[in-house]
């Protein structure tokens, strides 16, 4: 007791000090106990509702019309957007061809996407718009023929599209076959033994694969094309890209030496650069003339150039996922039509 009432700064120090701690430490222990209240309750809550997700509907009259409700409500949406959908690519539907003709529409657009990208783009040595087995072969029938038509006018569209974003080369394109030029296979079978009718398709997915090389802006050009519904009329999704750039690492001190400038020839830079001046002789005090003497100044020297371009030069080698999406009407959607 003495010594507090010697040193009663430190002792009101430690004093505070002690009760601080032990306000702390009841409201740590207040803390972890609301929690583990607050992540019990979460748990149980999380356990009722897996149960309740796995558990039978009970078949009541009050179940069946709140189901039949929810469901003619999805019908009802699904046709709007349905009807939204097939409306706006209607333009690009494929009018009927023969077989015969779909080929000579191919050698036709072949010959046309060489010509607008002969001096603009680069393409491969065996360019047929990834239908090449179709220069020497038909269609199997009218209807594939059709379906390979508007399948063509797409990967076209792509094409172009990479020859007017200023693309420097088209490496390689391929495209993914249509359901009728696979190996048909057996058709599932129900458990009666009979083939189990087939699921409605609403959407049908093509993908067209390419490696383009390419700068920066130009692969810009091209990503905003292809998502823009006014310069692409087919609904097409970029599903993956893969950029390689061309340099593999950063350029060394030595690679980003800096060099003088020299003007074109011709320019007013060209002929500031040969300008000599010659400075006219000062008069002495007195009337004496000076002594002449050489005041030829030197010529303005080029300058140096003070910054390099390290980064935003090179070319890219890109890898292209392209779907194309064409939105079945619901009557050809629909299964046994």
Not at 218 to 239: C, D, G, I, W
């Amino acid at each position: 007791m003495s010594w507090i009432q010697q040193n009663k700064v430190p002792a009101a120090i430690m004093g505070l000090s002690a009760a601080g701690a032990a306000g702390l430490g009841f409201m740590m222990f207040q803390s972890w106990q609301e929690h583990s209240t607050a992540l019990e309750q979460f748990d149980n809550l999380n356990r009722g509702i897996q149960g309740l997700n796995s558990a039978v509907l009970a078949p009541t009259p009050q179940n069946l019309e709140l189901k039949k409700g929810l469901v003619g409500e999805l019908t009802t949406e699904a046709g709007k957007l349905n009807t939204v959908l097939t409306r706006l690519q209607g333009d690009v539907k494929p009018e009927a061809i023969s077989d015969t003709g779909f080929q000579a529409k191919l050698k036709t657009r072949i010959a046309e996407v060489r010509n607008l990208a002969a001096g603009r783009m680069a393409l491969p040595a065996e360019f047929n718009l990834a239908f090449d087995r179709y220069n020497s072969e038909l269609p199997k029938s009218n209807d594939e023929a059709t379906e390979l038509s508007g399948y063509l006018d797409a990967v076209e569209s792509i094409v172009k599209s990479m020859v007017q974003s200023g693309v420097a080369q088209l490496d390689m394109i391929s495209r993914s076959d249509l359901p009728s030029e696979k190996s048909s296979a057996p058709a599932p079978k129900s458990k009666g033994g009979q083939p189990a009718p087939a699921a409605p398709q609403l959407v049908k997915r093509q993908t067209v694969t390419a490696v383009i090389t390419t700068d920066q802006a130009a692969l810009q050009l091209l990503l905003s094309k292809l998502a823009s519904p006014s310069e692409m009329p087919y609904f097409t999704v970029v599903r993956l890209v893969r950029i390689e750039n061309e340099r593999k690492e950063g350029p060394l001190r030595a690679d980003v030496g800096l060099h003088t400038i020299t003007p074109p020839e011709g320019t007013e830079a060209a002929d500031n650069a040969a300008l000599i001046v010659v400075a006219p002789p000062v008069p002495a005090p007195g009337g004496a003339n000076p002594p002449e003497k050489d005041d030829t100044i030197a010529a303005v020297q080029p300058m140096n150039q003070d910054a390099v371009d390290v980064l935003g030069k090179e070319a890219l080698k890109v890898y292209l996922e392209i779907d194309i999406i064409s939105f079945q009407t619901t009557a050809s959607a629909a299964p046994g039509r």
